[in-house]
């Protein structure tokens, strides 16, 4: 491929992972705080947006089926967008909690599993053009910044007590658009032939019982569980705090800034330290985000506060995709790497989400916070006193890849 084909190449799939966040910037600050102004209780709120992250893990198989039946990963992902396009309006006129629990459901089967299934296509195609995925996912991130400078514009000056529910409407508007926009350029990827999503191996379950893997997705999961907080109730901090809407994806923007800017360094610091610390800064961060917020913050101080996010996830994230991809069989990489998604995205999203709604229920949501933020100290002490690094696996010589 020449090297004008590979650049333009490359551009496409960037420019994909841009327009295919862009909605997230809708869904991710704005949903949680539409259901607090629709009436919903905390309780309420933590058990709605626990549904993403199981579906995340449940409907994935099922599209994955459907990928290997049409023998197309693309014609599946144009349906999956355009499905999720038509669900999430139905948001607007869910007036029970069981209603808007249905909608959930459904608007989650289908949005969940569209950017693995685009990661699917990205890394089949990739090497045909040498792309660096790190690099290119990086648009993704800045495709979720991007509408947070201006999506709180058309909700206006709105904030708290004084905000009913229809300064939420142009939400929903946008999300439609948005999403008809990643349709239209997902039209441009190539198309994908090689329908096979690649099946989970139960095998890669026995990693969970080896070496120091348990302890690592144990505090993994604890601080997912703990940080699934902020997921689903920052949004309502701020406005609490007297943020008008215009103005709170500005700090969402500054935490998923800070998220690239770790992202991007994250080989150079991965060669100055150990895998150990890393995941421990990230816990740290974490619990001092968490802390922190556990206050009535003023604007400026929120905002020094949420670059603690970049560390709190990519410090995370990139260490520990490369920690068990070093550790495990080559044959069970790709599982491995889905159990982790699984048990820490989704299993630990599920169980914070509902637990945090509970938790804020009771308590309120600073006082949330504090407790989370006790929790993840606590599995930051286990993993500093515990966790010693396990050397890279074997080259392949396995009797069970048969």
């Known amino acids: 491929m020449a090297a004008a084909d590979t650049k333009g190449y490359l551009r496409l799939f960037a420019a994909y992972y841009f327009v295919a966040f862009i909605p997230w910037a809708v869904f991710v600050p704005y949903l949680p705080l ?3 102004r629709s009436g919903r209780s905390d309780v309420e709120i933590g058990a709605l947006l626990a549904m993403p992250p199981l579906l995340m893990v449940l409907s994935p198989p099922i599209w ?9 990963k693309k014609d599946v992902l144009l349906l999956l967008i355009g499905a999720s396009a038509v669900v999430f309006p139905l948001f607007w006129f869910a007036r029970s909690f069981t209603t808007a629990m249905v909608v959930m459901a459904a608007f989650a089967f289908f949005f969940t599993p569209s950017e693995p299934l685009a990661d699917a296509i990205t890394m089949e195609n990739l090497p045909r053009a040498g792309g660096d995925y790190g690099k290119i996912r990086l648009w993704g991130s800045l495709g979720f910044i991007f509408p947070l ?17 229809r300064s939420m409407a142009p939400l929903f508007v946008l999300f439609v658009v948005f999403r008809l926009l990643q349709l239209g350029w997902a039209t441009r990827i190539p198309v994908s032939r090689d329908g096979r999503m690649g099946g989970l191996d139960w095998r890669a379950l026995r990693m969970l ?3 120091q893997l348990p302890l690592l997705l144990g505090c993994a999961f604890v601080g997912r ?4 907080s902020l997921f689903v109730f920052f949004s309502i901090y701020l406005d609490k705090l007297g943020v008008a809407d215009s103005l709170k994806g500005y700090f969402w923007a500054i935490g998923v800034l800070s998220e690239v800017l770790v992202m991007y360094f994250a080989g150079r610091i991965m060669a100055r330290t150990s ?10 961060a974490s619990g001092a985000r968490l802390f922190a917020f556990s206050f009535p913050l003023s604007f400026t101080a929120i905002a020094l506060v949420a670059p603690l996010q970049g560390l709190s996830f990519a410090a995370f ?8 991809n070093r550790i495990a069989p080559p044959h069970l990489r790709a599982s491995a790497q889905a159990l982790l998604a699984a ?3 989704g299993l630990g999203g599920v169980v914070g989400a509902q637990l945090s709604g509970a938790i804020a229920g009771e308590m309120g949501v600073l006082r949330l916070f504090r407790v989370m933020s006790v929790v993840v100290a606590a599995a930051l002490a286990v993993f500093v006193a515990f966790f010693r690094p396990q050397q890279a696996a074997a080259p392949e010589h396995d009797s069970d890849a048969a």
């Open 64 to 72: 994955g089926a459907a990928a290997d039946r049409l023998g197309s």
């Open 225 to 228: 569980v703990a940080t699934q």
């Open 343 to 345: 048990l820490v995205g």
């Open 209 to 211: 019982g080896a070496g």
């Open 34 to 36: 539409f259901f607090a």
């Open 149 to 165: 400078l201006f999506v709180g514009l058309a909700l206006g000056p709105t904030t708290g007590a004084g905000a009913g529910v």
């Open 275 to 284: 895998v150990k610390w890393l995941l421990a800064a990230s816990l740290a």
């Open 317 to 324: 994230h990139v260490p520990a995709v490369t920690h068990i």
